[in-house]
């Protein structure tokens, strides 16, 4: 079933949200995005995300897509954007207050520079061990994460070695801090809207993809561009740009695939041999591909001009109509909850 | 011939510069070498030569997508080099190329047949209709909701057609559609062109450089080096074999046969062009 | 017969799809066939047939899901082959090879899978340059040129110098002309022809056209949905039509002429099969009718 959609992301279906049209899914994305850069302005006030979550869960109701099915596709990203974004809480902000503080931990110089003995000393033993001919060694060699973790600890070496060159002259007993390590309620903030943020958006536009086809997003995107198309902006060259470009991924696919299987069978390895080599087994990719591609467009383009391309602003739509009663509905819907969100304490 | 003709042809030249495969210096290639041609309303014919003969760089000036260097092209009276007349002129004159799929630009069937129209802003209900009258006359109705790489080389090729089609055009120039396909597919876009002639008289202008589609044209026209060498209905053009062999056209063998054939005597008539005819002639 | 170099039994290929469950693909079922060493076999059968996905097992493209192939000694199947080496045995060329060059010039691009092949300087010289040669592209006037001033088919042959030079003992081309003309088609064909009586290279031509690999081909193997459904000489091949029919492929034309004439009642025997076998057949048996003069 997915593979006869251009995309493989688009769920055909009689939903509420796939009767509507694109114009208002992305009008109504396009306004959370602008109500959440607002309330975000409000500490403390959780209503607007409250709302945001209510209407994401009715849009998943309406949707016919099952919230489980939404969540798979969401929480490889989200684990990202979580871990990224937790250390903007300890982010060091004189004019917030404290939630809590993490005290400076006192080490004195002498401990660091025998910290730095120590390692180095260690770490120069580890090489030297794996530098010997002997079998067992010689395995540890070859696998490339170790030698990939080993580099990393040599330059981490390198660094401590410049940091005790640096400090020699300090005398042994003073102290270095380390820290302290402020948590404030400011960063606290930050943390829990912009996640919620970001999984609201995120979810709501994986919603739009879901219940629209890439030609009604094209046309819809274009209809909403159309003020630019009065600045004399290619709005509809950018249109056709888009539908070109989903049209002819699965092709350029199947052409890659093809490459790398002729370019293996000459001999082309990915990722055996020396850096030079792979890198030349990579251009034999690249260029290739590169090449085809531009031969690929200038055919398109002769055939284009063939079937006498030439916009003027007047396509006919073959997707998008005019809105209908659901299509007012969800927008004025939409509209009154977040900005009675926004006025409510 | 009253009427006159849909594509006439004065004398054009067409020259552009090009590497020389050989030596590898830029130099002027001449495409064209002053070839004048009428092509009638509801003709069927064949532009045979074999690659590098200028062939395709003719059809490509027949819907001003080329303009000669000299001389000049008219199309229904409108003259291919002005701009203002370049649309109408590629509305009146559609072309298919030879690789199926550097022509196909939506993501699915039905929505690249409509693209033209649309961007002439006909309304939908009547593109609607064109769309499924191109799709009826290709046979490729079933196929309506697939995105292009499903299709096989002849579907694709069939819906290229039918595209152009979608137009009304007056006129279909082929670029060689089947030097991609296989043998099958070849015969059954041979066969598809034919019909269109036909039932719906739509001038076909076929370039190939295979004899075995020049069969059933109603006029054939030989090319080699930019110039027009032959012309002629296909029974005469086939009598001369070994200058279409000098051509560096392949012959096909069931009409080799029958040269040698008829060469000892055995009458058999210079009509039969095709395998099922010649059968016909060896054993009425 | 000589030796067979590739041995298959019950090979079949099933591509999995991201779907669970019994949405299977297969691209392969139950494949036997022996091809043996120096002779130059034909496969053949519609886009979708199997054909590419069989020989993309020749040089461990693709592994089988189940039964064996054996290519020069080379279990592809088993976990620790060495498919390096079994790519330097089994030379393959794709549809369209020319839009594989990417080299600076026509010695570097060919001299590509020799490099590969960590061989001393001097012998991939070697190599190269009796490649260009036996491929029709004297090298003093090709080597240094850039691939891309070439016509299309020189670039082909450019490519399949490429291969030619890691010394193959199998090469396995893919539609080799299509695209050409008659006279890159004879061009083609009759560098292969020279490649096979001076190298003893086995040869596997894959192809959607009967008529092309009539020649050059000593045996046929026809693919359909993935089954082979028939091998034999050419000649014998060709002369079942009909049954070729049913699996989306043409006999070459004469063949169909001959078919044809059977049908009407002229006695062919099924062992004419060139233009001159047709010939001299036809003349007598009309002269002998003693019809017109």
Redesign the interface.
């Known amino acids: 079933m997915f593979?006869?959609?251009?995309l493989g992301i688009y769920y055909p279906g009689n939903s509420l949200l796939h009767r509507l049209q694109a114009r208002t899914k992305l009008v109504v994305l396009l306004w959370l995005i602008i109500f959440f850069t607002i309330a975000n302005h409000r500490q403390w006030h959780f209503a607007p995300y409250i709302v945001a979550l209510i209407l994401l869960m009715t849009a998943t109701a309406l949707s016919g897509i099952s919230p489980l099915h939404l969540w798979q596709r969401m929480r490889l990203l989200l684990l990202f954007a979580f871990l990224g974004i937790i250390p903007t809480a300890f982010f060091p902000d004189p004019s917030g207050k404290p939630l809590h503080t993490f005290g400076p931990l006192l080490i004195t110089y002498a401990q660091i520079h025998w910290i730095i003995f120590v390692y180095s000393s260690l770490l120069a033993i580890f090489i030297l061990m794996l530098m010997l001919p002997i079998s067992p060694m010689r395995s540890f060699r070859q696998n490339r994460w170790l030698r990939r973790i080993t580099i990393l600890l040599f330059l981490l070496a390198l660094i401590a070695q410049g940091f005790f060159l640096l400090t020699r002259n300090a005398p042994p007993a003073s102290t270095f801090p380390i820290g302290p390590i402020v948590m404030t309620y400011n960063g606290v903030w930050i943390v829990m809207s912009f996640f919620f943020v970001f999984l609201t958006i995120y979810a709501f536009s994986l919603l739009l993809t879901i219940t629209t086809t890439?030609?009604a997003l094209i046309e819809g995107m274009t209809l909403l561009l159309t003020p630019l198309r009065w600045l004399r902006l290619p709005v509809d060259d950018f249109a056709?740009m888009t539908?070109?470009a989903?049209?002819f991924i699965?092709?350029l696919i199947?052409e890659a695939e093809?490459?790398v299987?002729?370019?293996?069978?000459?001999?082309?390895?990915f990722s055996h041999g020396t850096i030079r080599?792979r890198l030349?087994s990579l251009?034999?990719l690249f260029?290739?591909f590169i090449?085809?591609t531009l031969r690929?467009a200038a055919?398109?383009a002769?055939?284009?001009?063939?079937?006498?391309?030439?916009?003027d602003g007047?396509?006919?739509?073959?997707h998008e109509k005019s809105l209908g009663a659901s299509d007012y509905l969800v927008l004025a819907t939409v509209a009154l909850v977040t900005i009675g969100s926004l006025l409510v304490f | 011939m009253n009427q006159s003709p849909l594509i006439d042809i004065q004398h054009i030249n067409y020259t552009y510069p090009a590497r020389n495969s050989r030596t590898g210096e830029l130099q002027p290639i001449t495409a064209l070498e002053d070839v004048s041609l009428q092509v009638q309303q509801g003709e069927y014919l064949v532009l045979l030569g074999h690659n590098g003969s200028g062939k395709s760089t003719l059809a490509r000036n027949c819907n001003a997508l080329l303009t000669p260097t000299s001389g000049r092209v008219l199309v229904a009276g409108l003259d291919t080099s002005e701009k203002a007349n370049q649309r109408t002129i590629r509305d009146m004159v559609g072309m298919i190329f030879q690789n199926p799929d550097n022509q196909i630009i939506a993501t699915v069937v039905e929505d690249d047949i409509a693209w033209a129209l649309t961007m002439r802003g006909i309304p939908l209900s009547l593109i609607k209709e064109r769309v499924s009258s191109a799709m009826e006359a290709v046979s490729i109705a079933h196929l309506r909701s697939l995105p292009p790489h499903r299709l096989s080389g002849g579907q694709r090729q069939r819906l290229a057609i039918a595209g152009v089609l979608a137009l009304r055009p007056q006129c279909i120039i082929a670029d060689e559609p089947t030097a991609q396909l296989d043998p099958l597919s070849r015969g059954e876009i041979v066969s598809l062109l034919h019909q269109l002639n036909q039932q719906h008289g739509i001038t076909i202008i076929q370039v190939t450089h295979l004899l075995e589609e020049a069969a059933l044209a109603q006029r054939i026209i030989v090319m080699e080096q930019g110039k027009l060498v032959m012309e002629g209905k296909p029974a005469s053009i086939f009598a001369n074999l070994e200058q279409l062999r000098q051509l560096k056209l392949a012959i096909p063998e069931p009409i080799e046969l029958a040269a040698r054939l008829r060469n000892v005597g055995i009458p058999l008539s210079p009509e039969a062009l095709t395998v099922e005819a010649i059968a016909q002639e060896i054993m009425p | 017969m000589k030796e067979p170099i590739i041995i298959i039994k019950n090979l079949s290929h099933i591509y999995q799809t991201n779907q669970s469950g019994p949405l299977q693909k297969a691209a392969l079922l139950d494949i036997n066939l022996e091809i043996a060493q120096g002779s130059c076999v034909g496969i053949i059968g519609i886009t979708g047939s199997g054909k590419s996905t069989l020989v993309q097992h020749f040089n461990g493209l693709l592994r089988p899901t189940s039964g064996t192939i054996i290519v020069n000694g080379i279990d592809v199947k088993a976990k620790d082959a060495d498919l390096a080496l079994l790519r330097q045995h089994v030379g393959m060329l794709f549809q369209f090879p020319e839009s594989q060059l990417f080299e600076r010039t026509v010695y570097a691009d060919v001299a590509f899978g020799p490099q590969r092949m960590k061989l001393a300087r001097h012998e991939i010289r070697t190599r190269v340059l009796n490649a260009l040669d036996m491929v029709g592209l004297p090298h003093r006037e090709f080597a240094q040129r850039p691939p891309f001033e070439l016509s299309g088919g020189q670039m082909r042959r450019v490519a399949l110098a490429g291969v030619l030079a890691m010394s193959p003992a199998i090469l396995v081309l893919d539609e080799p002309t299509v695209g050409l003309d008659a006279e890159g088609r004879t061009e083609f064909y009759s560098y292969l022809q020279r490649i096979k009586q001076e190298k003893d290279v086995t040869i596997v031509l894959v192809s959607h056209d009967m008529a092309e690999v009539a020649t050059l081909a000593d045996w046929l193997f026809v693919l359909h949905d993935g089954h082979m459904v028939m091998q034999g000489t050419p000649r014998s091949i060709y002369s079942q039509g009909d049954a070729l029919r049913k699996w989306g492929l043409a006999a070459p034309p004469l063949s169909e002429l001959l078919t044809l004439l059977r049908k009407k009642g002229l006695a062919i025997s099924r062992d004419v099969f060139t233009l001159d076998e047709a010939f001299s057949l036809l003349q007598q048996s009309r002269v002998l009718r003693g019809s017109r003069p």
């Open positions: 593979r006869n959609i251009s890439p030609i056709l539908l070109i989903l049209r699965p092709t199947d093809q490459l299987k002729a370019q293996t069978a000459r001999g082309a390895d080599e030349q251009a034999s260029l290739p090449q085809g690929r055919e398109l002769t055939a284009l001009d063939a079937r006498g391309y030439e916009v007047h396509q006919t739509h073959l």
